[in-house]
Nanobody, 120 residues
Framework: VRLVESGGDLVQAGGSLRLSCAASGIIFSINAMGWYRQAPGKQRELVAAVTGGGSTNYADSVKGRFTISRDNAKNTVYLQMNSLKPEDTAVYFC???????????????WGQGTQVTVSS
């Protein structure tokens, strides 16, 4: 199973970006999917997550600006980021809990990360 992110870029403050993360490989089902970020010198933090049933949660710092969504038919999760701020600059990682068999449990997978840089 692989997670491949795309959409990171350099953008001015106030701008928008849309990140995508597609899962591929032997996939029976995907439970929760989420986006994390890690800025230089800081710990990785949860940005947003969405359950298999569509429930979402967000970090307080991004509420009202970011929207997470998923397309189950495409095994893809998105992060729409609006009103970007310089403090949103970080490497953004996709995470997913994926079951590869009917009877097996879900394993945790990470993407390689995509850089988001917001200039002031």
């Amino acid at each position: 199973v692989r997670l491949v992110e795309s959409g990171g870029d350099l953008v001015q403050a106030g701008g928008s970006l849309r990140l995508s993360c597609a899962a591929s490989g032997i996939i029976f089902s995907i439970n929760a999917m989420g986006w994390y970020r890690q800025a230089p010198g800081k710990q990785r933090e949860l940005v947003a997550a969405v359950t298999g049933g569509g429930s979402t949660n967000y970090a307080d710092s991004v509420k009202g600006r970011f929207t997470i969504s998923r397309d189950n038919a495409k095994n893809t999760v998105y992060l729409q980021m609006n009103s970007l701020k310089p403090e949103d600059t970080a490497v953004y990682f996709c995470n997913a809990a994926i079951r590869s068999t009917l009877r097996g449990g879900a394993d945790d997978y990470w993407g390689q990360g995509t850089q988001v840089t917001v200039s002031s």
